[in-house]
């Protein structure tokens, strides 16, 4: 049977290999724990989400920097794809707060913001379907349709590409979906009053703020 | 290695270099940075935002070597390594300019290295540095950098609109805007009387299409003029960028390298960036062929570099390539105020200073972190200028170089997280005349005052 307290010798590995990024010790934690009988959704709702959480928290007020963001943001990903494959061999599935797909619009190939969003979703609990950057609005579209997304997301650096974030906004209506699939943008292009213009669900300036507006989208659904 | 077969190698090196996903990439930059660092016992005290340490500046140049030689370069679109050798870093360097023609006629400047505390001034090379702009005011904007006495280039900013639509990057739409926007840079230039005055790029311009469409002799960009070929943060670069050198190089054309390090982000806290930017800069004079090479360094949260970090890095890096090569390297203050307040010029003037005697020629100038469409004017970047002049001739040493951007720091950087955003260029100028309002005039004088308290030793100026 499952156990859903976590032994705080078990927990304390994961948290330490999540917060250092070191995604080989994170997997292992993670399938001792699993062979030790620790309950999955417990393991992903106590231990990994607060870490990357507290990981984000953290990045945000730069007492560490990226690549420590994106190295636990790495490990927290193989975490997941563990438990993932144990609950899929015993015929269940793992919850997700929501799957978002995100992506830096076409001509754009700036995307180390998208990637900053991409990893605090994830540790969040979001299933991120990151279609990478230079994407064409109809990708967004067709990766949203495919991963049965939630929220889509796009980003444009630079002035010029942000008329991309348009193109997704104008194709989600276009063809039907826009009810479907909230459109959320960012990027410094961008701002509050161009968000408005084309149509699209929310826009944040910040990082931090592209997940709140996530969360919001997920309670209105 | 000659230039030509340097080229065709950097291109064979795109194709059979190791390959390896962009993730993996960044995070060897960043892990090797960080043993450099540590190696070479590159500090940081946040009370010596401009250091006065031959010993640490040559180190930060040697750990920037020999970062590129340990993880090279990424090219996006393969996703292979190109890789560089010592000698290929040495030798290319040996071949790069220490002496610039900008612009032609009676407006031609000539851009030379400069040494750490050099006696002679630094041009100032500026304009909206690639900000966004509104097309209906983008000529009286330009005219209010060209007409200043204290700038002797201007580079253009990024239009958002053709005819009010968006601008769509690699469309016949950013041709047309580029084909408009370089026209209109050269008649700002040609209606202050400098028709030859150098102009450093059009920011426009976003894909190598857009870029090219620049090249025009009567009125667009010259060969005298110059344009920007990038590199994605850190030290990546793709054949949009790659494909620009050889017809620049055709034209005539100068060629600026620009590098935009975060400082926080792949290269860590500021020792780690001053590392990256060191190693950026010899990127760009190997694969770019750049005449001259402009850091346009960004912090990770609020997009600027007039916080400690940033001068940091602007002060090592820039000693670091002051002290070790010849070339020509320019940095632009990026701000978080905005026009018509005394913080902008406050935070313009700490960059300034310090960019001024660790071996800078000027660019810029950014504000409001680069947010905000037509949040940029001429004064600003005249000021520039000028303070770059004043701490120049006063003899400013780095230590009291420190010492003032330490006393200037308390005076904007509270705003950090909830800026001072100012005016656009339409409220802070009388459009008819292009003349600053009495209001951002009025700021310009109170700051000037204050840093004549300081020490500085200015020369008249347009608005005193």
Redesign the interface.
């Known amino acids: 049977m499952a156990k859903h307290t976590i032994p705080k010798e078990v927990a304390e590995k994961l948290v330490v290999a999540l917060q250092k990024g070191e995604e080989a010790n994170a997997v292992a934690a993670t399938q001792a724990a699993l062979e030790a009988g620790i309950e999955p959704l417990s393991l992903i709702q106590e231990v990994i989400v607060p870490t990357l959480t507290k990981v984000g928290e953290k990045f945000e007020n730069l007492d560490i920097f990226l690549p420590e963001l994106m190295a636990a943001g790495i490990a927290g990903t193989a975490c997941s794809a563990v438990i993932e494959d144990f609950l899929m061999k015993q015929g269940a599935s793992m919850e997700v707060a929501g799957t978002v797909v995100i992506g830096t619009v076409k001509g754009d190939i700036h995307d180390i913001g998208k990637n900053i969003v991409a990893s605090l979703l994830k540790a969040h609990g979001y299933r991120v379907i990151d279609i990478g950057k230079d994407r064409p609005a109809k990708e967004f579209i067709e990766a949203a349709e495919r991963s049965k997304a939630d929220v889509i997301a796009a980003s444009a650096l630079m002035s010029i590409t942000r008329a991309g974030c348009r193109e997704v906004a104008d194709l989600l209506r276009e063809v039907g979906l826009k009810d479907k699939y909230p459109l959320i943008v960012g990027g410094g292009s961008l701002d509050q009053a161009y968000a408005d213009e084309i149509g699209a669900d929310g826009y944040s300036p910040t990082a931090a703020g592209a997940v709140d507006l996530v969360h919001s989208l997920m309670r209105d659904k | 290695m000659y230039m030509n077969e340097r080229l065709l190698e950097i291109f064979q090196r795109s194709r059979s270099g190791t390959y390896m996903t962009e ?1 993996e990439f ?2 060897r930059v ?2 090797r940075t960080q043993e450099l660092v540590k190696a070479f016992e590159i500090t940081f005290d946040p009370q010596m935002v401009c250091p006065s340490d031959d010993g640490m500046a040559d180190r930060v140049f040697e750990a920037g070597v020999q970062l590129l030689v340990d993880v090279g370069a990424y090219h ?1 679109d393969t996703g292979r390594v190109i890789p560089f050798t010592r000698s290929e870093i040495m030798g290319a360097l040996r071949q790069a300019p220490d002496t610039l023609y900008l612009g032609e006629g009676q407006d031609m400047v000539i851009a030379t290295h400069r040494d750490v505390e050099d006696p002679n001034p630094p041009l100032n090379l500026t304009g909206p540095a690639g900000q ?1 702009c509104s097309e209906e005011i983008y000529l009286a904007n330009l005219i209010s950098y060209a007409q200043e006495p204290y700038v002797h280039a201007i580079e253009s900013g ?3 609109t053709y005819n009010g639509q ?5 469309t016949l739409l ?1 041709v047309k ?1 580029v084909q408009r926007d370089s026209a209109t840079a050269r008649e700002a230039v040609r209606r202050v009387g400098k028709p030859g005055m150098h102009i450093g790029d059009c920011a ?1 311009g ?2 190598a299409i ?1 870029k090219m469409a620049a090249s025009e002799p009567i009125n667009g960009l010259r060969p005298c003029d110059g344009r920007l070929v990038a590199q ?2 850190e030290l990546k670069t ?1 054949d ?1 960028q790659l494909v620009r050198i050889p017809h620049l190089r055709n034209y005539g054309s100068h060629i600026i390298n620009l590098m935009t390090p ?1 400082t ?3 290269g ?2 500021p020792q780690g960036v001053a590392v990256v930017s060191v190693a950026e800069t010899l990127f760009g004079v190997l694969a770019y062929y750049a005449t001259y090479h402009y850091l346009s360094i960004t912090h ?2 609020w ?1 600027n570099n007039s916080d400690p970090w940033g001068m940091y890095v602007l002060a090592m890096a820039g000693q670091a390539l002051a002290r070790n090569t010849h070339i020509v390297i320019t940095d632009d203050p990026f701000n978080m105020c905005g026009p018509c307040t005394d913080e902008l010029l406050y935070e313009v003037a700490g960059h300034s200073i310090i960019g001024s005697v660790c071996g800078y020629t000027q660019h810029g100038v950014g504000s409001t972190g ?4 037509d949040h940029h004017t001429g004064l600003e970047a005249g000021f520039q200028g000028e303070v770059g002049i004043a701490a120049t001739k006063t003899g400013l040493t780095r230590e009291q170089a420190n010492e003032i951007a330490l006393r200037l720091l308390p005076k904007y950087q509270d705003t950090f997280e909830n800026p001072k955003r100012g005016k656009p260029f339409q409220e802070a100028y009388d459009l008819k005349t292009i003349t600053p309002t009495q209001e951002w005039q009025d700021c310009y004088r109170r700051v000037k005052d204050e840093l004549t308290k300081l020490g500085l030793e200015f020369e008249q100026g347009p608005y005193d």
């Open positions: 993730t960044d995070l960043a892990k996006i966004a990024a239009t958002l968006d601008i769509v990057a690699g950013e805007a426009t976003m894909t857009g994605m943060c793709n949009d975060l926080g982000g792949i860590g806290g990770i949260k997009t680069g947010n905000l469409p």
